[in-house]
């Protein structure tokens, strides 16, 4: 990487996101990876965008099967991120998700569950960006999400309630 990559690596690295887990089928099995760039982008109709490394297995699955769901992880499932997280490693998802039948895995003890159809595919440089038609939400009980701030997994804690 050039000095310009290493530093927007290096900004991108604080700003604090949220960890969801993008899970899709591959050969007949849930399959996860672990990603911070995911964002609502739509209402009218629900979308909302993902972007996964060009050359990743979850993103030909995603490809073939037309079809992905997004988890929003909570702070006590560090666990989870970790194995979606795990690079050059098979991601295979039995441990932490249910099947929800055509290709559609939720994770387990997740904040929300968001199931998509492709919608639109745009490649932007190294990675592919997939616009996803949700079709369907599991809303998860409402705590704390898991965080993602300088390369490491934390937690939300408010300074101040508001009323």
């Known amino acids: 990487m050039n000095e310009l990559q290493l530093d927007f690596r290096e900004s991108m690295s604080r700003l604090a996101a949220g960890v969801t887990v993008v899970t899709t089928e591959l050969d007949g099995r849930p399959w996860g990876l672990t990603v911070s760039a995911s964002c609502s982008i739509s209402m ?3 979308l909302i965008l993902i972007s996964l490394a060009s050359k990743a297995a979850s ?4 490809i073939k099967n037309d079809r992905f769901s997004v988890s929003v992880l ?3 499932q560090i666990d989870v991120a970790k194995a979606g997280a795990k690079a050059g490693a098979p991601k295979f998802f039995e441990e932490f998700t249910e099947s929800k039948g055509n290709a559609n895995y939720s994770v387990k003890s997740a904040l929300a569950n968001i199931h998509c159809k492709v919608y639109k595919v745009v ?4 990675h592919t960006i997939f616009i996803g038609l949700v079709e369907n939400v599991e809303l998860g009980e409402s705590k704390s999400p898991l965080l993602y701030f300088d390369r490491q997994f934390g937690e939300f804690r408010t300074a101040v309630k508001s009323n």
């Open 59 to 62: 993103t030909h699955a995603i």
């Open 44 to 46: 009218d109709p629900p």
């Open 74 to 76: 909570a702070e006590d």
């Open 123 to 126: 490649e932007a440089g190294d």
